[in-house]
T-cell receptor, first 116, second 111 residues
Framework: GAVVSQHPSWVICKSGTSVKIECRSL??????MFWYRQFPKQSLMLMAT?????????EQGVEKDKFLINHASLTLSTLTVTSAHPEDSSFYIC????????????FGPGTRLTVT | SQKIEQNSEALNIQEGKTATLTCNYT??????LQWYRQDPGRGPVFLLL?????KEKRKERLKVTFDTTLKQSLFHITASQPADSATYLC??????????FGTGTRLKVLA
Protein backbone atom coordinates (compact mmCIF):
# COMPACT_ATOMS: atom_id res chain seq x y z
CA GLY A 1 0.00 0.00 0.00
CA ALA A 2 0.83 3.73 0.01
CA VAL A 3 2.16 3.93 -3.54
CA VAL A 4 2.93 7.26 -5.17
CA SER A 5 3.57 7.55 -8.89
CA GLN A 6 5.08 10.34 -10.93
CA HIS A 7 4.82 11.04 -14.62
CA PRO A 8 6.93 11.44 -16.61
CA SER A 9 9.95 9.70 -15.13
CA TRP A 10 12.21 11.84 -17.27
CA VAL A 11 11.74 14.72 -19.66
CA ILE A 12 13.97 16.83 -21.88
CA CYS A 13 12.68 20.22 -22.96
CA LYS A 14 13.99 23.31 -24.67
CA SER A 15 14.73 26.49 -22.80
CA GLY A 16 11.67 28.73 -22.58
CA THR A 17 9.09 25.97 -22.73
CA SER A 18 6.90 24.70 -19.88
CA VAL A 19 6.82 21.21 -18.42
CA LYS A 20 4.13 19.59 -16.28
CA ILE A 21 4.90 16.83 -13.82
CA GLU A 22 2.12 14.75 -12.28
CA CYS A 23 2.12 13.14 -8.85
CA ARG A 24 -0.55 10.60 -7.96
CA SER A 25 -1.30 8.64 -4.82
CA LEU A 26 -2.52 5.33 -6.20
CA UNK A 27 -4.09 3.57 -3.25
CA UNK A 28 -4.74 6.22 -0.66
CA UNK A 29 -6.05 9.73 -0.30
CA UNK A 30 -3.40 12.35 0.33
CA UNK A 31 -4.56 15.58 1.91
CA UNK A 32 -1.04 16.94 1.68
CA MET A 33 1.55 16.56 -1.04
CA PHE A 34 5.06 17.91 -1.02
CA TRP A 35 7.33 18.84 -3.91
CA TYR A 36 11.09 18.55 -3.57
CA ARG A 37 14.05 19.27 -5.80
CA GLN A 38 17.31 17.36 -5.56
CA PHE A 39 20.58 18.28 -7.24
CA PRO A 40 23.30 15.65 -7.70
CA LYS A 41 24.87 14.54 -4.42
CA GLN A 42 22.72 16.99 -2.51
CA SER A 43 19.83 16.57 -0.17
CA LEU A 44 16.17 16.99 -0.94
CA MET A 45 15.10 20.61 -0.75
CA LEU A 46 11.44 21.25 -0.07
CA MET A 47 9.94 23.55 -2.68
CA ALA A 48 6.31 23.70 -1.63
CA THR A 49 3.57 22.07 0.38
CA UNK A 50 0.28 21.51 -1.34
CA UNK A 51 -3.08 20.84 0.31
CA UNK A 52 -6.05 19.62 -1.67
CA UNK A 53 -8.32 22.42 -2.71
CA UNK A 54 -6.13 25.27 -1.51
CA UNK A 55 -3.15 27.24 -2.70
CA UNK A 56 0.29 25.78 -2.24
CA UNK A 57 2.68 27.15 0.37
CA UNK A 58 6.06 27.87 -1.16
CA GLU A 59 9.39 27.81 0.63
CA GLN A 60 11.50 30.91 0.78
CA GLY A 61 13.37 31.46 -2.45
CA VAL A 62 11.03 29.37 -4.60
CA GLU A 63 9.23 31.43 -7.23
CA LYS A 64 5.55 30.58 -7.17
CA ASP A 65 4.99 32.06 -10.63
CA LYS A 66 7.66 29.83 -12.06
CA PHE A 67 6.74 26.63 -10.27
CA LEU A 68 2.97 26.34 -10.50
CA ILE A 69 1.43 23.76 -8.23
CA ASN A 70 -2.13 22.49 -8.47
CA HIS A 71 -3.63 19.99 -6.05
CA ALA A 72 -6.97 19.40 -7.72
CA SER A 73 -7.97 16.21 -5.94
CA LEU A 74 -6.99 13.98 -3.03
CA THR A 75 -4.98 11.80 -5.39
CA LEU A 76 -3.37 14.23 -7.83
CA SER A 77 -0.99 17.15 -7.62
CA THR A 78 0.84 18.72 -10.54
CA LEU A 79 3.98 20.84 -10.75
CA THR A 80 4.43 22.98 -13.85
CA VAL A 81 7.85 24.47 -14.50
CA THR A 82 7.14 27.51 -16.62
CA SER A 83 9.64 29.11 -19.00
CA ALA A 84 12.21 26.52 -18.05
CA HIS A 85 15.91 27.36 -18.09
CA PRO A 86 18.95 25.06 -17.92
CA GLU A 87 19.40 25.88 -14.23
CA ASP A 88 15.99 24.31 -13.59
CA SER A 89 17.44 20.96 -14.64
CA SER A 90 17.12 18.75 -11.59
CA PHE A 91 15.46 15.71 -10.06
CA TYR A 92 11.95 16.60 -8.90
CA ILE A 93 10.33 14.35 -6.32
CA CYS A 94 6.87 14.49 -4.84
CA UNK A 95 5.66 12.90 -1.66
CA UNK A 96 2.28 12.45 -0.05
CA UNK A 97 1.07 12.21 3.50
CA UNK A 98 -1.69 9.79 4.36
CA UNK A 99 -4.75 11.59 5.60
CA UNK A 100 -4.66 11.72 9.37
CA UNK A 101 -1.06 10.56 9.62
CA UNK A 102 1.35 13.43 9.49
CA UNK A 103 4.47 11.47 10.29
CA UNK A 104 5.08 9.37 7.24
CA UNK A 105 5.68 10.60 3.75
CA UNK A 106 5.49 8.30 0.76
CA PHE A 107 7.70 9.40 -2.07
CA GLY A 108 7.23 9.11 -5.78
CA PRO A 109 10.02 7.72 -7.98
CA GLY A 110 11.05 11.19 -9.12
CA THR A 111 11.19 13.00 -12.45
CA ARG A 112 14.49 13.90 -14.08
CA LEU A 113 14.13 17.22 -15.91
CA THR A 114 16.78 18.32 -18.38
CA VAL A 115 16.43 21.74 -19.98
CA THR A 116 18.58 22.26 -23.07
CA SER B 1 19.15 27.90 11.36
CA GLN B 2 17.78 24.41 11.95
CA LYS B 3 19.97 21.77 10.38
CA ILE B 4 20.38 18.05 10.03
CA GLU B 5 23.87 16.84 9.24
CA GLN B 6 25.10 13.45 8.20
CA ASN B 7 28.82 13.68 8.61
CA SER B 8 29.89 10.79 6.43
CA GLU B 9 29.30 11.34 2.76
CA ALA B 10 30.33 7.77 2.00
CA LEU B 11 30.92 4.60 3.97
CA ASN B 12 32.37 1.32 2.71
CA ILE B 13 32.08 -1.81 4.80
CA GLN B 14 32.59 -5.51 4.34
CA GLU B 15 29.63 -7.81 3.88
CA GLY B 16 28.42 -9.29 7.17
CA LYS B 17 29.63 -6.35 9.28
CA THR B 18 27.44 -3.78 11.00
CA ALA B 19 27.11 -0.42 9.28
CA THR B 20 26.60 2.57 11.56
CA LEU B 21 25.45 5.89 10.15
CA THR B 22 25.26 9.14 12.10
CA CYS B 23 22.75 11.98 12.01
CA ASN B 24 23.20 15.15 14.07
CA TYR B 25 20.71 17.96 14.43
CA THR B 26 21.32 21.55 15.51
CA UNK B 27 19.28 24.55 16.60
CA UNK B 28 16.04 22.69 17.27
CA UNK B 29 14.64 19.73 19.13
CA UNK B 30 12.76 17.42 16.80
CA UNK B 31 9.91 15.39 18.20
CA UNK B 32 11.02 12.52 15.96
CA LEU B 33 13.58 11.54 13.37
CA GLN B 34 13.06 9.47 10.26
CA TRP B 35 15.41 7.37 8.19
CA TYR B 36 14.97 6.78 4.48
CA ARG B 37 16.76 4.73 1.86
CA GLN B 38 17.32 6.24 -1.58
CA ASP B 39 18.61 4.32 -4.57
CA PRO B 40 20.14 6.20 -7.55
CA GLY B 41 17.50 7.92 -9.67
CA ARG B 42 14.71 6.93 -7.30
CA GLY B 43 12.66 8.59 -4.60
CA PRO B 44 13.39 7.90 -0.93
CA VAL B 45 11.75 4.94 0.78
CA PHE B 46 10.71 5.25 4.43
CA LEU B 47 12.49 2.85 6.77
CA LEU B 48 12.05 3.82 10.40
CA LEU B 49 10.77 6.59 12.64
CA UNK B 50 11.95 7.14 16.20
CA UNK B 51 10.34 9.57 18.64
CA UNK B 52 12.26 11.71 21.11
CA UNK B 53 11.01 9.65 24.05
CA UNK B 54 12.22 6.41 22.48
CA LYS B 55 15.81 5.36 22.98
CA GLU B 56 15.86 2.64 20.38
CA LYS B 57 13.73 1.19 17.59
CA ARG B 58 14.29 -2.02 15.66
CA LYS B 59 12.99 -3.47 12.42
CA GLU B 60 14.52 -6.72 11.19
CA ARG B 61 18.25 -5.97 10.65
CA LEU B 62 17.79 -2.24 11.23
CA LYS B 63 18.20 -0.40 14.49
CA VAL B 64 17.86 3.30 15.22
CA THR B 65 18.78 5.17 18.38
CA PHE B 66 17.91 8.69 19.49
CA ASP B 67 20.08 10.55 21.97
CA THR B 68 18.60 13.94 22.84
CA THR B 69 21.64 14.82 24.96
CA LEU B 70 24.05 14.34 22.10
CA LYS B 71 21.45 15.62 19.60
CA GLN B 72 22.16 12.58 17.53
CA SER B 73 20.56 9.54 15.94
CA LEU B 74 22.48 6.44 14.93
CA PHE B 75 21.27 4.06 12.24
CA HIS B 76 22.63 0.52 12.26
CA ILE B 77 22.37 -2.22 9.67
CA THR B 78 23.50 -5.55 11.08
CA ALA B 79 24.75 -8.46 8.96
CA SER B 80 25.03 -6.06 6.03
CA GLN B 81 24.58 -7.32 2.48
CA PRO B 82 25.57 -5.86 -0.90
CA ALA B 83 21.85 -5.23 -1.50
CA ASP B 84 21.94 -2.75 1.39
CA SER B 85 24.16 -0.48 -0.72
CA ALA B 86 22.28 2.80 -1.16
CA THR B 87 22.15 6.34 0.17
CA TYR B 88 20.53 6.67 3.58
CA LEU B 89 18.84 9.92 4.53
CA CYS B 90 17.97 11.26 7.95
CA UNK B 91 15.01 13.64 8.13
CA UNK B 92 12.71 15.43 10.49
CA UNK B 93 10.33 18.26 10.78
CA UNK B 94 11.70 21.59 11.94
CA UNK B 95 9.96 23.91 14.35
CA UNK B 96 8.09 25.45 11.43
CA UNK B 97 6.83 21.96 10.51
CA UNK B 98 8.91 21.96 7.36
CA UNK B 99 10.58 18.67 6.52
CA UNK B 100 14.36 18.94 6.40
CA PHE B 101 16.71 16.26 5.17
CA GLY B 102 20.35 15.51 5.71
CA THR B 103 22.60 15.22 2.68
CA GLY B 104 22.72 11.47 3.09
CA THR B 105 25.39 8.84 3.56
CA ARG B 106 26.24 6.67 0.58
CA LEU B 107 26.75 3.16 1.91
CA LYS B 108 28.58 0.55 -0.10
CA VAL B 109 28.68 -3.02 1.18
CA LEU B 110 31.56 -4.94 -0.34
CA ALA B 111 31.13 -8.62 -1.12
Amino acid sequence: GAVVSQHPSWVICKSGTSVKIECRSLDFQATTMFWYRQFPKQSLMLMATSNEGSKATYEQGVEKDKFLINHASLTLSTLTVTSAHPEDSSFYICSASVSGNSYEQYFGPGTRLTVT
Amino acid sequence: SQKIEQNSEALNIQEGKTATLTCNYTNYSPAYLQWYRQDPGRGPVFLLLIRENEKEKRKERLKVTFDTTLKQSLFHITASQPADSATYLCASRSGTYKYIFGTGTRLKVLA
